[in-house]
């Protein structure tokens, strides 16, 4: 298997614009999970997804930030309108809990986001 | 609510020589721990886990962890350090009684080990 595959892998943007970040999970998993990882508040969990309905939200910062994930094997986090402030390295990580909740979770490489 | 604590930002430590980096928790259930390890522009990669039982937990490249319930603590130990063992090293819980399937995680502790 591939792992977890995140695009693009660096993205560089102005202020204002709108930002699409893609994840593909590992095949056969039931939860995807999208991370944000910043030095100063570390990494911080914005939502999850089972079966591709969205479980928890509570960690999406506000309204400019959106999760999708229209089937099993791809999902979006979208930033609209973007803001210097959410720089960050964003993680999609998958694991297979049903029937299993201390499973681990597999991480993607990562999307490297700057805001100027 | 769970959390985890990272006491140390910061652990340095001679290549050959044992290595620990501390972890508490707090749950209101039953704990499944975790650490993972973070290398420079990479994602996080899983290293082992405590679920229920023998409190000493072997896992991936030689480390292992003691799970502690008085103290609640998860620390990860290595006999014996490698350079290249050099990394950000992240503890995790998962409250098994009331938290869903939500991990938190500790805001991580960059082990440098010197040659």
């Known amino acids: 298997d591939a792992g977890v595959i995140q695009s693009p892998r660096h993205e560089v943007t102005e202020m204002g614009q709108e930002v699409t970040l893609r994840c593909k999970p590992i095949s056969g998993h039931d939860y995807l999970f999208w991370y944000r990882q910043t030095m100063m508040r570390g990494l911080e969990l914005l939502i999850y997804f089972n079966n591709n309905v969205p479980i928890d939200d509570s960690g999406m910062p506000e309204d400019r930030f959106s999760a999708k994930m229209p089937n099993a094997s791809f999902s979006t986090l979208k930033i609209q309108p973007s803001e210097p402030r959410d720089s960050a390295v964003y993680f999609c990580?998958?694991?297979?809990?049903?029937?299993?909740?201390?499973?681990?979770?597999?991480f993607g490489p990562g999307t490297r986001l700057t805001v100027l | 609510a769970q959390s985890v604590a990272q006491p140390e930002d910061q652990v340095n430590v001679a290549e050959g020589n044992p290595l620990t980096v501390k972890c508490t928790y707090s749950v209101s259930g039953n704990p499944y721990l975790f650490w993972y390890v973070q290398y420079p522009n990479r994602g996080l990669q899983f290293l082992l886990k405590y679920i229920t039982g023998d409190n000493l937990v072997k896992g991936s490249y030689g480390f292992e962890a003691e799970f502690n319930k008085s103290q609640t603590s998860f620390h990860l130990k290595k006999p014996s350090a490698l350079v290249s063992d050099s990394a950000l090293y992240f503890c995790?819980?998962?409250?098994?009684?009331?938290?869903?399937?939500?991990?938190?995680f500790g805001a991580g502790t960059r082990l440098f080990v010197k040659a």
């Open positions: 995790a819980v998962r409250d098994g009684g009331t938290g869903g399937f939500k991990t938190i």
């Open positions: 990580a998958s694991s297979l809990l049903g029937g299993t909740p201390y499973n681990e979770q597999f």
